[in-house]
């Protein structure tokens, strides 16, 4: 890295093994997921898919395991988040987490895996856009997900 590069958010794994980080190592502005294994500092691994001009990973979370990484980015529309799974065996190759989002939807910054890291639960808007709700997807099975609150009143949301 050089010049106007940054590093705008890390985590260590929870076995100590690895560093995940957010950063524009590759372009200049684009901030992607990596990963460095402390055994071999220096060298990263981008975990995140490719993303184009002007996309960007938002946040992100390791599993309880340390096998994988949830994190958001905005691949299709600009800045309307959605959930990425990443394997860190397979780098680079990201299973969205939730089925399709409805027009405007986005799923927002409340994530987490299950203690086990069998499931992620998630709020977004992902049935009626601007109303939040909970969901639950499982780590196997991506791409399908479990709305988890009950109906909602009229503009009533799922809030963190």
């Known amino acids: ?19 995940v980080y957010k950063g524009d190592e590759d372009i200049l502005n684009r901030f992607e997921l990596y990963l460095v294994n402390l055994a071999n500092p220096g060298v990263s691994t ?4 490719p993303l ?3 996309r960007d990973v938002r946040d992100f979370a390791i ?10 980015a905005d ?18 190759t990201s299973q969205q ?11 927002s910054s409340a994530y987490h895996f299950s203690p086990d890291g069998t499931k992620v639960g998630y709020v977004a808007d992902q049935e009626v856009d601007d109303r939040q709700e909970l969901f639950v997807a ?11 609150n009950g ?10």
């Open 63 to 72: 599993s309880p395991d340390s096998s994988k990484v949830l994190y958001r």
């Open 1 to 19: 890295m050089s010049g106007d590069q940054d590093i705008e958010d890390f985590e260590v794994s929870p076995n100590g093994d690895f560093v």
């Open 151 to 160: 109906p909602m009143t009229t503009d009533g949301s799922v809030c963190r």
């Open 52 to 54: 184009t001009v002007d």
């Open 97 to 107: 987490v939730h089925p399709e989002l409805t027009a405007g939807g986005e799923v």
């Open 46 to 49: 981008k975990l995140s898919a």
């Open 75 to 92: 691949p299709g529309t600009l800045n309307a988040y959605e959930l990425f799974l990443v394997d860190i065996a397979t780098p680079g």
């Open 138 to 148: 499982s780590v196997a099975n991506p791409g399908v997900s479990t709305k988890l």
